[in-house]
């Protein structure tokens, strides 16, 4: 019934997973639940849902499958067709924002948080024969709820006559979480292992851990790509900054020959022809470095005197880094000038960026993919031979009881460092740099990473399952439970909204827990409707809801000067959107209307990527903005039948009287997040008052909050705001701020 290309089942019988067709088949037709753990590229993403279409289970009710992030679930979904030779219309995807599924779908590809909200309208989930838990081990908030919600909904169907079957699939890590968990099933599922075609891969641990792990990345690239043979480098960096600053570098590096006539495309993305003074240094200390390396003899480094002048500081550092070419192995060493492909990998990245790695890079190029841990299990990337691992990732840190969040890089877990070796042994044997010693390895880094619902709050979730009448959200199945703190925060967060009265859930609640945004978004919205608000709110919320808006600092870096003169700019224009009054007083969400207004105009007139450019705002939060605009507003109308609301593009901006009654909204939203001005007779003698001029007094934080960078507020300094969240970099800051009146 599945007309396949003939490239493409070849490639398919090349995967393990393939041989083992006829054993998951009857597992899964035997059993109700079933594990299914295989290293990551064994075929699972891509070939389980069609082995499940061929046996019929698509036939009266669609097959499900879920991501923990969009990036996978859009580009599995077209993988997918591509291989059955079936469209988008029937192998389709659905992330928060957008998607494609059609009356025709049967194989539906969609993020956990999507498939949670569908169990909210509809617990059974009749519309599916079998639903797939994908990444199971990557212990996403979602996940780990379906995964408890549907150890119960499967009895449920099968005592209907109507059976439904799980399956959870997982890379080979920490199984017992799901299996030794008798809550979560009564009967431990059947697990299959898949064995995949893994080539070994050495690992080359650094002897010291640098402090500057990207510039070590950096060069451990450039000797890879000028002393080893063929075949791709992966690089795993922590964020979406270090990956554009590598890119940068590198293809500074190895620039595109003329000729190689992709040198446009290379440019046109995030590089500029400006000369970055910063990357020359520093890639004129990479020559110079290399250059002096090569004639530097084996020395034993236990036989060592004390170093007299700054030269032979040098040539300490010299030795330590030339020591390291003892890792690159047995390999033999060949000239290689050849131009190297970069791309960044990111999960901000536009789809069809995202789509480049996945391409042959042009003839003669060496790829080279700079990645966050995006490209750890969720996409397998073909042609890699050289993974280098910093070691590090990034977390968001909540302070359970404050809110504040701030990021911190940290050294990741054995496992995700293990898979990211992995990475490396997909076509051959590979190679795995790290970027730390041993001993850091061995002693600093944890086991596993924390599952995502311990270090999360869960105001949302708790919400939701209140809705769902677990009344006991401490009994709940979870895989791993969540902390207790966490939880009760939650419940009182709740009950100061008003969602929960003495734990249980109210009309507000329930209105709130239809909205597909945070719970203190979700009671903006419910209160909208009077003064013909809605449409205010609806684009203040969908702007808050959207990471990174408005930029803090040009992306095409070119020498400080410029940079201060842009960021000035973007100041002025962000002061003129505020306007006066009211509308200043409302703060960040008066710029965010304006700004949203504004680019949507820009982009009726076609020039929305260059206004973008010019005025701070990141493109592709101003396309989220507008999805989730356009869901919320259908969401609404399905709720309160007789709004007539429509998503203006041309939205005017509010009257004064408006922005007033905005300001209140954000304060019943944002109630438990007020912040006072710290007044000059507090501050103590001793201390320097000018550093005091943008600092709050937060309820629950002892240390003085302050405004953002480029809040608008900084000129009325109002005595109360409220704020949407404190995040931490070298002092504590708000975001979403609004100035409100003491009552
Ligand atoms: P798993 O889920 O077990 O990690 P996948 O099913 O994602 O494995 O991948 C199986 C194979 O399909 C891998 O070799 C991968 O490189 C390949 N693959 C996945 N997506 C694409 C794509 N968009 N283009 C080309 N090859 C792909
Ligand atoms: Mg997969």
């Not at 000028?226 to 270090?242: A, M, S, Y």
């Not at 990479?286 to 002096?292: D, F, P, Q, V, W």
């Not at 009077?530 to 919320?541: A, D, E």
Request: aromatic letters at 6%; one cysteine or more; a positive charge.
């Amino acid at each position: 019934q599945v007309n396949r290309k003939s490239t493409i089942q070849k490639a398919r019988l090349k995967l393990p997973i393939l041989a083992e067709e006829q054993q998951i088949m009857e597992t899964i037709n035997e059993n109700p639940v079933v594990i299914l753990a295989g290293e990551t590229g064994s075929g699972k993403t891509t070939q389980v849902p069609q082995f499940l279409y061929e046996a019929g289970y698509a036939l009266k009710k669609m097959i499900a499958i879920t991501e923990p992030r969009r990036v996978a679930a859009i580009s599995m979904s077209q993988r997918v067709a591509d291989e059955m030779n079936l469209t988008s219309k029937e192998v389709s995807y659905l992330i928060r924002f957008e998607g494609n599924v059609t009356d025709e779908t049967k194989i539906k590809f969609m993020t956990d948080g999507v498939l949670l909200k569908e169990v909210q309208s509809d617990f059974l989930l009749r519309k599916y024969s079998v639903v797939i838990l994908d990444e199971a081990h990557e212990r996403s908030v979602y996940t780990d709820i379906l995964i408890g919600l549907l150890s119960r909904i499967v009895p449920l169907r099968k005592k209907r006559g109507d059976p439904l079957k799980l399956i959870i699939m997982s890379a080979t890590l920490r199984l017992e979480d799901f299996t030794n968990n008798q809550r979560l099933f009564k009967i431990t599922p059947p697990v299959i292992k898949v064995d995949a075609r893994q080539f070994p891969v050495t690992i080359h641990f650094n002897k010291r851990t640098n402090e500057n792990y990207l510039k070590e990345a950096f060069n451990k690239a450039v000797k890879i790509h000028t002393k080893l043979p063929d075949g791709g480098i992966l690089i795993f960096v922590t964020g979406q900054q270090e990956v554009n600053t590598l890119v940068r570098k590198l293809r500074k590096a190895f620039p595109l020959r003329h000729k190689d006539n992709q040198s446009n495309k290379n440019e046109g993305d995030s590089d500029s022809e400006n000369s970055d003074k910063e990357i020359e240094d520093d890639l004129k200390q990479t020559l110079k470095r290399r250059k002096k390396v090569k004639p530097v003899p084996k020395i034993n480094l236990d036989d060592y005197s004390v170093p007299g002048d700054n030269e032979d500081l040098n040539l300490e550092e010299e030795i330590n880094t030339d020591s390291e070419d003892e890792d690159f192995g047995d390999v033999n060493i060949v000239s290689n000038n050849q131009p190297l492909w970069v791309l960044p990998l990111f999960s901000l990245l536009p789809s069809h960026k995202q789509a480049e790695v996945f391409k042959p890079p042009p003839e003669g190029c060496r790829l080279c993919i700079v990645s966050t841990n995006v490209a750890e299990t969720s996409l397998t990337i073909p042609n890699i031979k050289y993974v280098i691992d910093t070691g590090k990732t990034k977390v968001k840190l909540y302070d359970k009881v404050t809110g504040v969040t701030s990021y911190i890089v940290t050294w990741t877990s054995k496992a995700s460092a293990d898979q990211r070796a992995g990475r490396a042994g997909r076509l051959g044997p590979g190679h795995c740099y790290r970027l730390y010693s041993s001993a850091v390895f061995n002693d600093t880094f944890q086991e596993f990473s924390v599952p995502e619902i311990q270090q999360k709050p869960v105001d949302d979730l708790y919400l939701q399952m209140k809705c769902m009448n677990i009344d006991k959200v401490v009994n709940f199945p979870f895989p791993t439970v969540p902390d207790l703190l966490q939880l009760q925060t939650a419940d009182k967060r709740l009950e100061i909204l008003g969602a929960l009265k003495n734990s249980k859930v109210t009309p507000l609640g329930r209105a709130i827990s239809r909205f597909p945004v945070l719970p203190r978004f979700g009671k903006m919205l419910a209160l909208s409707h009077q003064q013909n608000l809605l449409p205010y709110t609806i684009c203040i919320v969908a702007a808050l809801s959207v990471q990174e808006v408005l930029l803090e600092t040009p992306i095409l870096q070119t020498n400080s000067q410029e940079v201060k003169n842009i960021r000035q700019k973007w100041a002025a224009i962000r002061r003129q959107w505020a306007g006066v009054g009211n509308s200043l007083l409302l703060g960040d969400p008066m710029v965010f209307l304006r700004a949203v207004g504004a680019a949507e105009y820009a982009n009726s007139e076609g020039s929305l990527e260059k206004f973008c450019l010019e005025n701070g705002l990141r493109q592709k939060a101003i396309t989220e903005i507008r999805k989730l605009r356009i869901q919320l507003t259908n969401e609404i109308k399905t709720n309160i039948p007789n709004s007539d609301i429509i998503v203006d593009p041309k939205l005017s901006p509010p009257s004064d009287i408006q922005a007033k009654l905005l300001r209140q909204i954000m304060l019943a939203g944002m109630g438990d997040q007020v912040a006072r001005k710290i007044m000059p007779e507090e501050i103590k003698e001793d201390q320097d008052k000018t550093k005091f001029k943008y600092a709050y007094h937060a309820n629950n934080i002892e240390e003085p909050v302050f405004l953002h960078q480029g809040s608008v507020l900084k000129k009325t300094l109002p005595e109360f705001v409220v704020y949407q969240e404190i995040y931490e970099t070298n002092k504590m800051y708000m975001r979403g701020v609004t100035a409100i009146e003491p009552e």
